[in-house]
């Protein structure tokens, strides 16, 4: 959850976050029901899915403003799916077999930046002060430079999608972990890890994985952050597809996370490869 804190500036930065007049206007009207199962559960404004496997669920949402989390309990996971021309625009741009190396590279950053600025919707600290303008004094808002958001893309498809993380966000610091899956056990293994020991006490950490198919990556890269002192509930996933397996085994571990995801497909095959999907994220991305 974001905090305030009210402090004199005694001027304001070189450079300020673009902020579109309109935004709160297109999101407006109530969101329409992204289903995964048959049982639905109705909120105020919002309807949702929810996914339940033995003890735990998860609840996905098709809704791009903040009021989807608050109305889910801090238990459950929540995955949302904002309702934006422009994800379902780069989403096909993705999906096509004949968009060439270059193009899919730009189109999963362009991704990225859209998810990323969701994400980040009531959940950066912010600083407050008096400033002059060329008018007059003018009260101002600023997001807090003293509490960066820990970016963390998983090698090497991660790196397209987080690619304009530091435009969108006016504090981040970038940590990479390499991760590669056995194309037959599917098991995921660690090759380079830039991790710190430890993680600060309350810190926002966004971790970037373009495909969340059977799980075992990104659950292997959660892990690694709860072994550093890191909750669940402070970890936000940005991912261009996700599927139901990697949901499940998300939702089954790890209580409160955020998903923030351009599209869900319901099938992953025999080779752990979502269905459209969108083929190998990393080989797409970069041509080898």
């Known amino acids: 959850m974001a905090t305030t804190t009210r402090t004199p500036l005694p001027r304001p930065p070189d450079t300020l976050p673009e902020m579109s007049p309109s935004h709160s206007r297109r999101y407006a009207r109530s969101p329409a029901l992204l289903s ?33 989390e608050h109305a889910v309990s801090d238990e459950r996971m929540l995955v949302m799916v904002p309702p934006h021309p422009l994800i379902k625009h780069w989403i096909s741009v993705l999906r096509n077999e004949q968009t060439p190396c270059a193009i899919f590279k730009s189109a999963m950053a362009e991704l990225g930046r859209l998810l990323i600025y969701e994400a980040s919707r009531d959940w950066l600290p912010t600083i407050t002060g008096e400033i002059q303008s060329p008018i007059g004094p003018a009260t101002v808002e600023f997001i807090d430079p003293r509490e960066p958001v820990a970016v963390i893309p998983i090698l090497r498809a991660g790196l397209a999608l987080a690619e304009h993380a530091p435009s969108v966000l ?53 892990e690694l952050l709860k072994d550093r002192g890191v909750d669940s509930k402070q970890i936000k996933i940005i991912s ?49």
């Open 170 to 222: 006016p504090a981040t610091k970038t940590y990479h972990l390499g991760m590669r899956r056995d194309e037959e056990t599917l098991q995921p293994s660690v090759y380079l890890n830039n991790l710190p020991d430890k993680f600060p006490e309350g810190s926002r950490i966004l971790v970037v994985d373009p495909m969340l198919a059977t799980g075992g990556t990104i659950v292997a890269a959660i």
């Open 36 to 68: 995964l199962s048959s049982a639905i559960k109705p909120f105020p404004k919002f309807e949702f899915s929810i996914g339940r496997r033995r003890a735990s669920c998860f609840v996905v949402a098709r809704s791009g403003t903040a009021m989807g």
């Open 240 to 288: 261009a597809v996700a599927a139901p397996p990697a949901l499940q085994k998300l939702s089954k571990r790890f209580l409160g996370l955020r998903v923030y995801a351009g599209i869900i497909d319901p099938v992953v095959n025999e080779k752990g490869f979502m269905v459209p999907g969108l083929g190998d994220a990393g080989d797409r991305s970069f041509g080898t």
